[in-house]
């Protein structure tokens, strides 16, 4: 039953700290707020071309 709750098409938490694995590892030296704007970024373009869930 907790799977399918936890089914937001990949949109979790889990997904969301594997976003910022993949930043700080890809940058290699970064700040908080560097990952923080890019994240902020890709989700609000991204959501653009999904539809709203709420």
């Known amino acids: 039953k907790r799977m399918k709750r936890a089914d937001k098409n990949g949109k979790g938490l889990r997904h969301f700290s ?6 700080v590892q890809k940058k290699g030296t970064t700040s908080y707020n ?3 704007d890019e994240l902020v970024a890709e989700f609000t373009h ?3 071309m999904m539809p709203a869930d709420s």
């Not at 594997?18 to 930043?23: A, P």
């Open 18 to 23: 594997m976003k910022v694995c993949e930043k």
């Open 34 to 36: 560097e990952v923080a």
């Open 46 to 48: 991204g959501s653009s």
